[in-house]
């Protein structure tokens, strides 16, 4: 389904994209991470797990960056994936708002658990392109994420902080 809006060819033209782009993601991401549920996690409790076990021990800040995640909503994640036992927070000695997000045992047992299934699911939804497609539509997902201005944009705190 494409835009209705009347405004200039421009306009529907990028309303036409957005829709579709925004489509494509929802359902990839969805049959993507239909199992995460089941396993007890959520996407953003994933994708911190994710973070920690390929990029390592990260300030809780940066993780949010990474993530696309407000301060706010990172916080809540961490705070249920610690209560579970799966990360743990050090806070640095004499700036306790400096916090060093790790996995603990137990979280790198669960994430060295799931990803490799997880990424065989990406692989299967993107198989719908040729790999050289894919290398495209990751070249044109970039530039669009850095937008006009080149950079990436913060995040806007509306996600779901489970």
Do not use: W
Not at 80 to 109: H, M, W, Y
């Amino acid at each position: 389904m494409g835009t209705h809006y009347q405004g200039s060819r421009g306009e529907r033209t990028a309303l036409d994209a957005f829709i579709k782009l925004t489509r494509a993601a929802e359902s990839v991401g969805a049959r993507a991470h239909a199992t995460l549920k089941d396993r007890g996690l959520t996407v953003s409790q994933f994708g911190v797990l994710e973070a920690l076990y390929h990029l390592g021990s990260l300030c809780q800040k940066e993780l949010a960056g990474k993530l696309l995640k407000s301060g706010g909503n990172l916080t809540t994640v961490v705070d249920n994936l610690e209560s579970r036992g799966l990360v743990k927070r050090q806070r640095r000695p004499g700036d306790r708002r400096f916090v060093i997000v790790q996995l603990t045992p137990a979280g790198r047992e669960r994430i060295t658990g799931l990803f490799p299934d997880h990424a065989t699911r990406i692989a299967a939804e993107m198989a719908a392109l040729t790999i050289e497609e894919q290398e495209q539509l990751g070249r044109l997902c970039r530039k669009l994420g850095l937008g006009p201005n080149g950079e990436v944009a913060a995040a806007a705190g509306k996600e779901d902080p489970s």
